[in-house]
Protein backbone atom coordinates (compact mmCIF):
# COMPACT_ATOMS: atom_id res chain seq x y z
CA UNK A 1 0.00 0.00 0.00
CA UNK A 2 2.76 2.32 0.65
CA UNK A 3 4.37 1.45 -2.96
CA UNK A 4 0.89 3.12 -4.06
CA UNK A 5 0.70 6.24 -2.13
CA UNK A 6 4.65 6.67 -2.89
CA UNK A 7 3.39 6.46 -6.64
CA UNK A 8 0.74 8.86 -6.33
CA UNK A 9 2.81 10.94 -4.70
CA UNK A 10 5.33 11.36 -7.33
CA UNK A 11 2.85 11.90 -9.94
CA UNK A 12 0.95 14.39 -7.87
CA UNK A 13 4.56 16.51 -7.00
CA UNK A 14 5.08 15.89 -11.03
CA UNK A 15 1.95 17.37 -11.89
CA UNK A 16 2.29 20.21 -9.23
CA UNK A 17 5.56 21.53 -10.36
CA UNK A 18 4.26 21.49 -13.97
CA UNK A 19 1.12 24.04 -12.86
CA UNK A 20 4.09 26.53 -11.99
CA UNK A 21 4.45 27.18 -15.84
CA UNK A 22 1.74 29.05 -15.05
CA UNK A 23 0.17 28.94 -11.99
CA UNK A 24 -2.69 30.94 -12.80
CA UNK A 25 -4.06 28.97 -15.88
CA UNK A 26 -2.53 25.33 -14.82
CA UNK A 27 -3.30 25.69 -11.32
CA UNK A 28 -6.00 22.95 -11.28
CA UNK A 29 -2.84 20.20 -12.20
CA UNK A 30 -1.70 21.29 -8.55
CA UNK A 31 -5.20 20.25 -7.13
CA UNK A 32 -6.35 17.56 -9.27
CA UNK A 33 -10.17 17.76 -7.76
CA UNK A 34 -10.65 21.53 -9.33
CA UNK A 35 -10.24 19.44 -12.73
CA UNK A 36 -13.73 17.84 -11.69
CA UNK A 37 -15.50 20.91 -10.30
CA UNK A 38 -14.66 23.18 -13.10
CA UNK A 39 -14.62 20.64 -16.23
CA UNK A 40 -15.31 23.53 -18.88
CA UNK A 41 -12.54 25.66 -17.96
CA UNK A 42 -10.10 23.20 -19.54
CA UNK A 43 -12.76 21.41 -22.08
CA UNK A 44 -13.07 24.17 -24.31
CA UNK A 45 -9.73 24.04 -25.76
CA UNK A 46 -10.38 20.46 -26.30
CA UNK A 47 -10.25 21.01 -29.97
CA UNK A 48 -7.32 22.43 -30.04
CA UNK A 49 -5.40 19.93 -27.52
CA UNK A 50 -6.91 16.99 -28.48
CA UNK A 51 -4.36 15.59 -31.09
CA UNK A 52 -1.39 16.80 -29.07
CA UNK A 53 -3.13 14.85 -26.05
CA UNK A 54 -3.49 11.39 -27.86
CA UNK A 55 0.17 12.01 -29.10
CA UNK A 56 1.69 12.35 -25.52
CA UNK A 57 -0.48 9.62 -24.19
CA UNK A 58 0.27 7.32 -26.90
CA UNK A 59 4.23 8.19 -25.95
CA UNK A 60 3.88 7.91 -22.55
CA UNK A 61 2.37 4.26 -22.64
CA UNK A 62 5.12 3.42 -24.84
CA UNK A 63 7.81 5.07 -22.16
CA UNK A 64 5.73 3.07 -19.70
CA UNK A 65 6.59 -0.03 -20.96
CA UNK A 66 9.74 0.12 -21.71
CA UNK A 67 11.25 1.44 -18.69
CA UNK A 68 8.56 -1.34 -17.26
CA UNK A 69 10.88 -3.92 -19.25
CA UNK A 70 13.94 -2.56 -17.88
CA UNK A 71 15.48 -4.39 -15.13
CA UNK A 72 17.67 -1.71 -13.17
CA UNK A 73 13.85 0.58 -12.82
CA UNK A 74 12.10 -1.66 -10.07
CA UNK A 75 10.75 1.65 -8.50
CA UNK A 76 6.81 2.76 -9.50
CA UNK A 77 7.18 6.12 -8.74
CA UNK A 78 10.47 5.67 -11.15
CA UNK A 79 8.38 4.06 -13.96
CA UNK A 80 5.30 6.56 -13.16
CA UNK A 81 7.59 9.66 -13.42
CA UNK A 82 9.16 8.79 -16.70
CA UNK A 83 5.85 8.02 -18.54
CA UNK A 84 4.34 11.15 -16.99
CA UNK A 85 7.39 13.48 -18.13
CA UNK A 86 7.22 11.46 -21.97
CA UNK A 87 3.68 12.76 -21.74
CA UNK A 88 4.18 16.19 -21.08
CA UNK A 89 7.22 16.66 -23.28
CA UNK A 90 5.42 14.77 -26.93
CA UNK A 91 2.26 17.07 -25.64
CA UNK A 92 4.16 20.28 -25.93
CA UNK A 93 5.99 19.22 -28.83
CA UNK A 94 2.87 18.04 -30.98
CA UNK A 95 1.33 21.21 -29.67
CA UNK A 96 3.91 23.24 -30.73
CA UNK A 97 3.80 21.38 -34.86
CA UNK A 98 -0.29 21.34 -34.25
CA UNK A 99 -0.09 25.03 -33.61
CA UNK A 100 2.82 25.77 -36.69
CA UNK A 101 0.70 24.09 -39.30
CA UNK A 102 -2.70 25.93 -38.10
CA UNK A 103 -1.14 29.05 -38.15
CA UNK A 104 1.04 28.99 -41.10
CA UNK A 105 -2.22 27.59 -42.92
CA UNK A 106 -4.57 30.51 -42.04
CA UNK A 107 -1.94 32.91 -43.05
CA UNK A 108 -1.18 31.55 -46.06
CA UNK A 109 -4.75 31.40 -46.56
CA UNK A 110 -5.05 35.09 -45.77
CA UNK A 111 -1.73 36.12 -47.69
CA UNK A 112 -1.33 37.98 -44.94
CA UNK A 113 1.14 41.28 -45.12
CA UNK A 114 2.92 40.81 -41.81
CA UNK A 115 2.76 37.43 -39.22
CA UNK A 116 4.28 36.94 -35.83
CA UNK A 117 3.67 34.11 -33.51
CA UNK A 118 4.99 33.38 -30.07
CA UNK A 119 5.86 29.51 -29.36
CA UNK A 120 2.52 27.31 -28.03
CA UNK A 121 4.77 27.03 -24.91
CA UNK A 122 5.20 31.16 -24.42
CA UNK A 123 1.35 30.89 -24.98
CA UNK A 124 0.89 28.75 -22.06
CA UNK A 125 2.68 30.90 -19.77
CA UNK A 126 0.57 34.00 -20.76
CA UNK A 127 -2.87 32.19 -20.89
CA UNK A 128 -5.45 33.33 -18.27
CA UNK A 129 -4.57 36.17 -17.43
CA UNK A 130 -7.16 38.51 -16.99
CA UNK A 131 -6.35 41.31 -18.62
CA UNK A 132 -3.82 40.09 -21.31
CA UNK A 133 -2.31 42.55 -23.21
CA UNK A 134 0.09 39.83 -25.28
CA UNK A 135 -1.19 37.56 -27.73
CA UNK A 136 -0.45 34.26 -29.11
CA UNK A 137 -0.33 35.36 -32.90
CA UNK A 138 -0.88 38.45 -34.98
CA UNK A 139 -0.87 38.96 -38.78
CA UNK A 140 -2.15 42.43 -40.65
CA UNK A 141 -4.16 42.11 -43.48
CA UNK A 142 -4.43 45.63 -45.98
CA UNK A 143 -4.83 47.30 -42.16
CA UNK A 144 -6.80 44.83 -40.58
CA UNK A 145 -4.76 42.98 -37.43
CA UNK A 146 -5.96 39.26 -36.75
CA UNK A 147 -5.01 37.85 -33.27
CA UNK A 148 -4.87 33.92 -32.55
CA UNK A 149 -7.35 32.21 -30.53
CA UNK A 150 -7.07 28.33 -28.90
CA UNK A 151 -9.87 28.23 -28.27
CA UNK A 152 -11.51 28.91 -31.93
CA UNK A 153 -8.43 27.81 -33.56
CA UNK A 154 -8.58 30.32 -35.72
CA UNK A 155 -7.90 33.91 -36.33
CA UNK A 156 -9.94 36.18 -36.35
CA UNK A 157 -9.90 40.57 -36.74
CA UNK A 158 -9.97 43.12 -33.85
CA UNK A 159 -10.85 46.74 -34.04
CA UNK A 160 -7.99 49.65 -33.62
CA UNK A 161 -9.73 49.99 -30.29
CA UNK A 162 -8.40 46.65 -28.82
CA UNK A 163 -5.18 46.23 -30.45
CA UNK A 164 -4.03 49.38 -29.96
CA UNK A 165 -3.27 47.98 -26.12
CA UNK A 166 -1.96 44.96 -26.81
CA UNK A 167 1.90 43.61 -27.90
CA UNK A 168 1.69 42.60 -31.50
CA UNK A 169 5.39 41.85 -31.41
CA UNK A 170 7.04 42.13 -34.97
CA UNK A 171 3.69 43.43 -36.53
CA UNK A 172 3.71 46.47 -34.51
CA UNK A 173 5.63 48.25 -37.13
CA UNK A 174 4.06 46.85 -39.91
CA UNK A 175 6.95 44.34 -41.00
CA UNK A 176 6.12 42.24 -44.25
CA UNK A 177 6.60 39.02 -44.53
CA UNK A 178 10.00 38.08 -45.40
CA UNK A 179 10.11 35.86 -48.30
CA UNK A 180 11.19 32.34 -48.06
Not at 23 to 36: D, I, M, R
Not at 148 to 164: G, K, L, M
Request: net charge negative; with cysteine; charged share 15%.
Amino acid sequence: MGRFFGAVATVWFFWAAASLWNFQFLGGFAFPPLLFLLPGYYFKYWGFVWLPFLAGLSCAVVAGILVHRAEPLESLSWKLLVANFAFLFFFVLSAEVRTSQLMSAAVDAANADCFDSRFFSSSVAIAGEEFQFDVHAVYRKDGDVFIWSYRDIAFFRVPETIYRNLDLMGCAAGRALQAS
